[in-house]
C-alpha cells in the first residue's frame, strides 16, 4: 500500500510562514497527482491545492491564492507547500493525498485520491 508522510506543521503567528512536506514511501511520487487538502475543527475537510505529475499543472483555493505555493521534486521524491502570510483561519491539519495518473497535465482537487497520509497540524495564533 501507498504510504504517505506529512511533516513540517507547527504552531506559527499571523504572518508567519511554514513549509509543509510529502513524502512517500514504497512508490515513486513522479507518476501521482498530488493533492493538499485540510480540515479545521467542525469543518469539513477542503481543498488547498494540487500539483499534476510533472509539476506543470496546478490549482488553487481561492482562500491560499497568493500566499501558499505547491511544487515537487521527483528526484526526492517529495511535494512541498510553502505556507506564506498565514492566517488563524488556515489553523487545520493538512494532509496529502496522492492518485495515479502520470499523463494528465492538469490537476483537480475534486477527484478521488487513493492514498491518504496521516496529516500535520498546521496552528495559527498569536
Known amino acids: 500500500q501507498l504510504q504517505l508522510v506529512e511533516s513540517g506543521g507547527g504552531l506559527v503567528q499571523p504572518g508567519g510562514s511554514l513549509r509543509l512536506f510529502c513524502t512517500a514511501s514504497g512508490f515513486s511520487l513522479d507518476r501521482y497527482i498530488i493533492g493538499w487538502f485540510r480540515q479545521a475543527p467542525g469543518k469539513e475537510r477542503e481543498g488547498v491545492l494540487c500539483?499534476?505529475?510533472?509539476?506543470?499543472?496546478?490549482e488553487y483555493a481561492d482562500s491560499v491564492k497568493g500566499r501558499f505555493t505547491i511544487s515537487r521534486d521527483n528526484a526526492k521524491n517529495m511535494v512541498s507547500l510553502q505556507m506564506n502570510n498565514l492566517k488563524p483561519e488556515d489553523t487545520a491539519v493538512y494532509y496529502c493525498a496522492a492518485d495515479y495518473d502520470p499523463y494528465l497535465p492538469t490537476c483537480k482537487m475534486r477527484r478521488t485520491y487513493a492514498s491518504w497520509g496521516q496529516g500535520t497540524q498546521v496552528t495559527v495564533s498569536s
Open positions: 500539483i499534476s505529475s510533472n509539476g506543470y499543472g496546478t
